[in-house]
């Protein structure tokens, strides 16, 4: 997340954010709320430092900025109920997608909703002005988090192979 978050910190490579899959990732792998709560308080430690001390623009910090915590809720709950019917076979696979798109889309309108109605950086707020910025940036939002997923499920494939392995070798 630090090396991600909002392109502050790493420009020359210029990664996109990797904070929606670190949610979906953190309710997979952990029912604990309060590590939920770490990781809303490390993203707003980095946008704080980000603002205050590297001088990145407060464009998003906003009355709209607290909905990141139901935002972002969401899609660690995705992950909380894809733990829950996970299973190691191919349908897994469509299932995880379908709870990265719900998950992903509910966070994309709570996140830009908020941002788009509360911000006062519209003029004028409509259900088709924000439909359109929906659009324009859901499409990118889910790529992106679904690239990040992507290396994640290699890596977690990876260890599962791995510990097959070696609960073959020991067999022997």
């Not at 909002?6 to 670190?22: E, F, R």
């Not at 910090?61 to 995705?78: E, K, N, Q, R, V």
């Not at 499920?153 to 070696?166: F, P, R």
Request: aromatic share 16%.
């Amino acid at each position: 997340m630090i090396a991600t978050r909002g392109n502050h910190i790493v420009t020359a490579i210029s990664l996109s954010d990797a904070s929606w899959a670190i949610f979906f990732l953190l309710g997979f792998y952990s029912a604990r709320k309060s590590l939920f709560l770490a990781f809303i308080a490390l993203a707003a430690f980095i946008d704080y430092v980000v603002v205050t001390k590297l001088g990145v623009s407060d464009y998003c910090i906003t009355p709209a900025y607290a909905f990141l915590i139901p935002a972002y809720f969401s899609m660690w709950f995705a992950g909380r109920i894809f733990t829950k019917q996970y299973q190691t076979n191919a349908m897994a696979f469509v299932t995880l997608a379908k709870f990265i798109i719900i998950g992903a889309a509910t966070c994309e309108i709570i996140s830009s909703g908020s941002f788009y109605f509360l911000s006062g950086r519209f003029s004028e707020n409509t259900l088709s002005g924000f439909g359109e910025r929906l659009i324009e940036y859901f499409p990118y939002d889910l790529m992106s988090t679904s690239m990040y997923l992507g290396i994640a499920i290699l890596v977690h494939i990876a260890g599962i192979i791995m510990k097959h392995n070696v609960a073959v070798k020991s067999a022997c």
